[in-house]
């Protein structure tokens, strides 16, 4: 299947390819009554789940993580202790800084965010923050793009958190994005803010900037493990 390339520095970003539409709807006519939760993916029993955005919203509840990648659902395995861990130093740093200066909202997947309605497209970022003057887009779910994104990088998405999920967020109009690599020690920040994204990468022994919280900057060891 062809994919459309946009390349940045050393990072490569993917657009929807129009294939994908065309074989949704040949995958469309594989509907079948069984419940969601038994069809999670094409390599566990054949069969592709196929969902809109208001059957997804309104189909069971879960606190696995989930997504809903142009109408197809994605449901990974429960993340680890270690990632969660990560996850946890994250927003709990985050959450001090944005709450202390009333810069807005922090959220914490799993928590649907919609970027497009349309086009099915549902993404549960790690954590997310929402500034003070866009918090209308905060419903049950976030409907739009959030200001900054963090996503803590595992072995089972890291390739699917580097490609097609970072340049959805940057098409999307997220003005941040963060992926936090564990095992590498290493925090990349995207700024989308501009017109050309810039790209800062820190290992543990340096500092932590962001452009869309002010005046925020860390030790990238108070985000790593």
Not at 135 to 140: E, F, G, K, L, W
Request: proline fraction near 6%.
């Amino acid at each position: 299947m062809r994919r459309n390339r946009i390349a940045i520095s050393s990072v490569s970003f993917f657009t929807e390819p129009s294939a994908v539409r065309c074989k949704r709807s040949a995958i469309g006519a594989r509907r079948t009554s069984a419940p969601a939760y038994l069809l999670i993916s094409a390599q566990d029993d054949g069969i592709v789940v196929v969902m809109t955005t208001d059957e997804y919203l309104h189909s069971y509840e879960t606190n696995r993580p989930r997504e809903l990648s142009y109408g197809l659902v994605r449901e990974p395995p429960a993340p680890f202790f270690s990632h969660q861990h990560v996850v946890l130093k994250v927003a709990r740093l985050l959450a001090d800084y944005v709450e202390a200066a009333g810069l807005g909202q922090i959220g914490v997947a799993p928590l649907d965010v919609v970027l497009d309605a349309d086009r099915s497209l549902i993404v549960q970022p790690d954590v997310l923050f929402v500034s003070t003057g866009r918090t209308s887009i905060i419903r049950n779910q976030v409907w739009g793009a959030p200001d900054l994104v963090v996503e803590v990088l595992s072995p089972g998405t890291e390739a699917h958190d580097r490609t097609e999920k970072l340049e959805w967020y940057r098409q999307y109009g997220v003005r941040e994005c963060w992926l936090v690599d564990p095992a590498a020690e290493q925090i990349t920040v995207f700024d989308f803010s501009g017109v050309t994204p810039e790209i800062r990468t820190t290992d543990r022994t340096g500092q932590v900037r962001s452009t869309v919280l002010a005046a925020f900057t860390r030790p990238a060891t108070s985000l790593l493990p």
